[in-house]
T-cell receptor
Framework: DVKVTQSSRYLVKRTGEKVFLECVQD?????MFWYRQDPGLGLRLIYF???????EKGDIPEGYSVSREKKERFSLILESASTNQTSMYLC??????????????FGPGTRLTVL | DAKTTQPPSMDCAEGRAANLPCNHS???????VYWYRQIHSQGPQYIIH???NNETNEMASLIITEDRKSSTLILPHATLRDTAVYYC?????????????FGQGTELSVKP
């Protein structure tokens, strides 16, 4: 079974702190994604990566950065956390290629609260 | 990517078929229809996808109209564990990084 794990299930940080959210997948997937999910807004894509050291902005990249130094690991960084970044953060991964069957596998999520 | 429209919520009796509709009237020829669901406090889970033919797997069936402007996800015998938010997504077959754009989805409540 594909496994996508996230470093924390719940996290509480203070405004201005630097926050690292880690995601690891064990299926040698090329693509990895970070989303945030908020009530009434659904899932929104923050950043994605289709290869090591490659990154692309999603729909809401402001206030975030990412790092992909190894294929299995994709980190989301909040340089200076703010209260409006309180949210559920979801990581996902998928194979690339020309197959239409590029389903994304999601981790359990990290619920981040910024005080 | 084409926009989709789904009803915000639906109820279904346990053991009955749940039919979840999705409109995607601006879908283009190279776009597939994907369905995911998200059970409370979990990450989304892939269910099924299709291009123009009806598809079935162990979880569900997908019926796509001939003009491809709408589709229906069918859970043939809904159980309480099928209570979740169901997302209908369309995306091109060749899509760098395999991006998905999630809409608001349909919140399905399966009742005893």
């Amino acid at each position: 079974d594909v496994k996508v794990t996230q470093s924390s299930r719940y996290l509480v940080k203070r405004t201005g702190e630097k926050v690292f959210l880690e995601c690891v997948q064990d299926m040698d997937h090329e693509n990895m994604f970070w989303y945030r999910q908020d009530p009434g807004l659904g899932l929104r894509l923050i950043y994605f990566s289709y290869d090591v050291k490659m990154k692309e902005k999603g729909d809401i990249p402001e206030g975030y950065s990412v790092s992909r130094e190894k294929k299995e690991r994709f980190s989301l960084i909040l340089e200076s956390a703010s209260t409006n970044q309180t949210s559920m953060y979801l990581c996902a991964s998928s194979f690339t290629g020309t197959s239409s069957y590029n389903e994304q596998f999601f981790g359990p999520g990290t619920r981040l609260t910024v005080l | 990517d084409a926009k989709t429209t789904q009803p915000p919520s639906m109820d279904c009796a346990e053991g009955r078929a749940a039919n979840l509709p999705c409109n995607h009237s601006t879908i283009s020829g190279n776009e597939y229809v994907y369905w995911y669901r998200q059970i409370h406090s979990q990450g989304p889970q892939y269910i099924i996808h299709g291009l123009k033919n009806n598809e079935t797997n162990e979880m569900a069936s997908l019926i796509i109209t001939e003009d491809r402007k709408s589709s229906t996800l069918i859970l043939p015998h809904a159980t309480l564990r099928d209570t979740a938010v169901y997302y209908c997504i369309v995306r091109p077959r060749y899509n760098q990084g395999g991006k998905l754009i999630f809409g608001q989805g349909t919140e399905l409540s399966v009742k005893p």
